[in-house]
């Protein structure tokens, strides 16, 4: 079975600046996908940024991007130029082919004024 | 298409009781899944269906609970005689099947229950 862990359960940062959550996660096999979905207070979870494993290049999406570490199962989110609206849950999530995606415990961030 | 819809939003309801919440999803998504969400945790998954077949259950989808996709459109999640455990958000979610998944799914905003 696969795993994912979030071991940062809050982060904070000030506007402007850039932060950076962390995710690894525990799988054999080699063809997956990785996700992170953003869930801010009391709305709907959202895709932000998608992996596709055999894919060397890191995804980038506007201001998010990945650093997809294949070798040590690691996949960190970094937010540049941090918004109020960011402020979020945010879920790193793991998918292999016919399988349900797999969610860690989420990071709770904060960007403060 | 205004996305996957969830309904009610919020119930609260005593100890005992059956409920019942519903998803409609995108309309071109042929696979559903049903999630649970407490408090400050990931989603964790309960069922899945393709079109109308309910194709896998997690072994937290405990007997008091259902779900069924009658014609492959909506779908309803029943909770039978609620216990507090159950207080949590449910969340569908749906996507195109098989390589249509590996771009993630879309979710609905949730239904929170709270149990008395």
């Known amino acids: 079975a696969q795993t994912v862990t979030q071991s940062q359960p809050e982060m904070s940062v000030q506007e402007a600046e850039t932060v950076t959550l962390s995710c690894t996660y525990d799988t054999s096999e080699s063809n997956y996908y990785l996700f992170w979905y953003k869930q801010p207070p009391s709305r709907q979870m959202i895709l932000v940024i998608r992996q596709e494993a055999y894919k060397q290049q890191n995804a980038t999406e506007n201001r998010f991007s990945v650093n997809f570490q294949k070798a040590a199962k690691s996949f960190s989110l970094k937010i540049s130029d941090s918004q109020l609206g960011d402020t979020a849950m945010y879920f790193c999530?793991?998918?292999?082919?016919?399988?349900?995606?797999?969610f860690g415990g989420g990071t709770r961030l904060m960007v403060k004024p | 298409d205004t996305g996957v819809s969830q309904d009610p939003r919020h119930k609260i309801t005593k100890r005992g009781q059956n409920v019942t919440f519903r998803c409609d999803p995108i309309s071109e998504h042929n696979r559903l899944y049903w999630y649970r969400q407490t408090l400050g945790q990931g989603p964790e998954f309960l069922t899945y269906?393709?079109?109308?077949?309910?194709?896998?259950k997690s072994r937290l989808l405990s007997d008091r609970f259902s779900a069924e996709r009658p014609k492959g459109s909506f779908s309803t999640l029943e909770i039978q005689r609620t216990e507090q455990g159950d207080s949590a958000m449910y969340l569908c979610?749906?996507?195109?099947?098989?390589?249509?998944?590996?771009?993630?799914?879309?979710f609905g905003s949730g239904t929170r229950l709270t149990v008395v």
């Open positions: 269906f393709q079109n109308e077949a309910q194709l896998e």
């Open positions: 979610a749906s996507s195109l099947a098989g390589s249509g998944s590996n771009y993630g799914y879309t």
């Open positions: 999530a793991f998918l292999y082919a016919g399988n349900m995606l797999t």
